[in-house]
């Protein structure tokens, strides 16, 4: 049965979110000292195609220590933690990616990002992804908005396909068969939390990703949406459930929630 330690009933979503935007706040500074100056770098995984740097060790160590010691009794899932899955054990859970986008930040773009959640029993509770090269701090917390800089989100009042503006890879946004159903093709951003966020913001209509991606790189930006006014689910319509064994998820559709089932069915026969 997981546990429920670590002075629970001290600590909510908002007391979590302020340490979340302290930690995040943190990590970007610290990333930021590595970002232009060529870090060591190489390529991870059993493909050996995901890249990483000294940054993203330097970043996850310094937010694995700040936010562990603040919440003893959370469990941890960072793709940069071997995963030893004693976090199966707790109902909450922090889910970390010390630095989203790495392919962006070695190359020297501006849209990567530090992105943080707390998990309960499956869900994100508490969400920061934050952007320090663009400055943007997008927070939300469940059932109290979501916020970037201190400005209420909105997800966008699009409700038909056609017209609706599209983020995704560019597999995806220069489909000539998702382009035929009417999308329009926006900017292709490597970072997929920033990508959702986005959406949150209202600045895209529309957020895809094809399978593969995992807790870290969805847990905080889910949130965002959700609190926006949107969804995240796969193409069966399901939200997301975090902290399983299992941390990967299918392909994916971010929007509001009056478009979501037009955007499925139009995306489904490309993407899944």
Request: glycine share 12%; charged share 20%; with cysteine.
């Amino acid at each position: 049965m997981p546990v429920a330690d670590g002075n629970f009933t001290d600590t909510g979503p908002e007391d979590d979110l302020a340490l979340l935007e302290a930690a995040a706040r943190q990590a970007g500074d610290l990333a930021l000292s590595f970002f232009g100056q060529n870090p060591e770098s190489w390529f991870k995984g059993k493909q050996g195609v995901s890249p990483v740097s000294e940054a993203d060790l330097a970043v996850d160590r310094m937010l694995a220590e700040t936010l562990r010691t603040a919440r003893p009794g959370y469990g941890w899932l960072s793709e940069e933690t071997a995963d030893d899955r004693s976090r199966l054990d707790h109902d909450r859970v922090f889910i970390v990616d010390p630095i989203d986008g790495t392919r962006a930040f070695l190359a020297g773009g501006d849209e990567w990002t530090v992105s943080l959640a707390v998990v309960e029993a499956g869900r994100p509770v508490a969400g920061a992804v934050f952007c320090p090269v663009r400055a943007e701090m997008f927070l939300a917390r469940s059932g109290g908005g979501a916020f970037l800089n201190g400005k209420k989100l909105s997800v966008s009042g699009q409700q038909f396909v056609a017209g609706a503006t599209l983020t995704g890879p560019h597999s995806i946004v220069a489909n000539e068969d998702v382009l035929a159903s009417g999308f329009v093709a926006t900017d292709i951003l490597r970072s997929l939390a920033y990508r959702l966020v986005t959406v949150a913001a209202g600045r895209v209509d529309v957020g895809a990703a094809r399978g593969g991606p995992s807790d870290w790189d969805l847990a905080a930006a889910d949130l965002l949406v959700q609190e926006a006014g949107g969804k995240l689910t796969d193409l069966s319509g399901r939200l997301l459930t975090y902290n399983r064994a299992k941390t990967g998820h299918p392909a994916l559709i971010a929007a509001p929630g009056a478009l979501i089932e037009k955007v499925r069915e139009a995306l489904k026969g490309v993407i899944g």
